[in-house]
C-alpha cells in the first residue's frame, strides 16, 4: 500500500471479478494493437494517478533512447484496470502490463494468463535480494514477475516522544505490552488505530499471524490451505485480543488519516501502518521526527524475519506479439537504472533491487530499504496474498467485528472457515 492515491490495491474492490469468482466483469480493456512493430511493445498500465504515471513515462523514455523501441503505453483508471483484469488478460492484452507480486500474480501464472521469463531473469537476478526473488516465482517455480517498488509495514513513532519518556524500541511480544502500560500511565494513546476502510485492521492481522505462526503458517492460511478454525489462528486472535485494550477506542468510525493525526500531534504513541503514513506529515519537522520499527517478536523460533512490503512491478502477457521487445523492456525494468529514474519521481516508495543507488534515501527510505532486503520473507498483504473476494467480503466485516468484540472470536473463526471453503471451492 504505498500511497493513498494507490490504496485501492489493497481494498479488494475488484472483489470477484478480479478472480474470475463468478460475477460478471466489466467490457475487457483491450491492448493498443500496436505490437506487430517489431520496434514497438504495447504496455497495459494501471499507473492513472500523476505521480506514478508521470515516473513511468520517464523508465519508458529511457528505454526507447537507449534501445531504439518504442513503448506503446494503454492506460487505464487504476480500479478499472484491476476489474476488467481477467477479461483483458483473456483477451488480446498488450505484450507487458503492471500487477502485484505474490498470490495475485501466482493466480493469473496458473491460469496460463502470463507467460514465464525465467530468461529475463537469468540477466537480472543479480540485481534482486532473495526474499524479492521468491516473490517473483509462480507456483511452478518458474519467474512471471519483474519488482520495481515497494513499501512496509512497520511500528510508526516520533522520536522526540520516546526521548522524552525514555522510552525504548521493543523488541520483543512482553516489552511490546509493557510499553504499551507505560504510555497508558503517560496519559498516551499507545496504538493509533482507525479502520473505517476496512483494511488496515488486516495489516494488523498480518503481523501478528506470521510473528505468532511464521511465514509458511501464514501464506498458507492467505491461500485458503490452512483452517480458519487452527489451532495456531486463534492462539494469534489471543494475542491481537490482548493488546486491543491499547489500541484507539473507536477505531472503526476513523479514519487511517483521522488516526496518523493523533501521531503528528503527539497523543499517540505508535501506529502500526504502511510507510504511506509519512505523506500526512506535511511539516517537515514533524516528517524529520519520524521513525519506524520491525514489529516485535512473539515466538523466538519465527523472530522478526518477516517483513511485509506490498510490491508492485510487471508482468509478460500469454502470447505477446513482440516477444523479443517485451523482454528487452522488462530488462530494462528490472534494472536499477529504471529503479533510480521512477524513484526520482515518486520517493515515497523504496526500490525492489538491491542494487538500486540509495544515496537520494531519506532516513524512514534508507531504513524501509535495509528491512527488506535484510528480510528472510516478505508479504504483500492480506488481500494481495489472498483472493480479493475472499478479504473484501469475508475478511474485512470479520476483523471488524473483531475489533468491535473480541470474545466472539471461536464464532467468527468458523464463520471465516466456512465462507473460505465456499469462495476457494469457486475455482
Known sequence: MPSPGRRAVLRGVAGAAVLGAGIPLLSACGGSGTAADPKTVTLGSNASDAVPKKAFAEIYAAFTKQSGIAVDVNTKDHNTFQEQINSYLQGTPDDVFNWFAGYRMQFFASKKLASPIDDVWDKIGGNFPDAMKALSKGEDGKYYFVPISTSIWGVFYRKSVFRQHGYTVPTTWDQLIALCKQMKKDGLVPIAF????????????????????????????????ASWTDAKVRTAFDHWAELLPYHQDGAVGRTWQDAAQTLISKKAGMYLFGSFVAQQFTNKADLDDLDFFAFPQIDPAYGQDTVEAPTDGFMLSKAPKNKAAAQKLLEFLGSPEAE????????????????????????????????????????????????????????????????????????????????????????
Open 194 to 225: 482507525g479502520d473505517k476502510d476496512a483494511w488496515p485492521a488486516m495489516g494488523t492481522f498480518d503481523q501478528i499471524n506470521f510473528r505468532t505462526n511464521g511465514y509458511d503458517f501464514h501464506v498458507e492460511l492467505m491461500a485458503g490451505k
Open 340 to 427: 533510480q529514474i521512477y524513484l526520482k519521481s515518486d520517493p515515497s516508495l523504496v526500490a525492489a533491487s538491491s542494487k538500486a543507488d540509495t544515496s537520494s534515501y531519506s532516513a524512514l527510505q534508507q531504513k524501509a530499504y535495509a528491512m527488506i532486503s535484510g528480510a528472510k520473507h516478505l508479504t504483500q498483504f492480506m488481500d494481495r496474498d489472498s483472493r480479493p473476494d475472499f478479504t473484501s467480503t469475508v475478511m474485512q466485516p470479520a476483523l471488524q467485528k473483531f475489533v468491535r468484540d473480541p470474545k466472539g472470536v471461536d464464532g467468527l473463526l468458523t464463520s471465516i472457515e466456512r465462507q473460505k471453503k465456499t469462495i476457494f471451492a469457486s475455482g
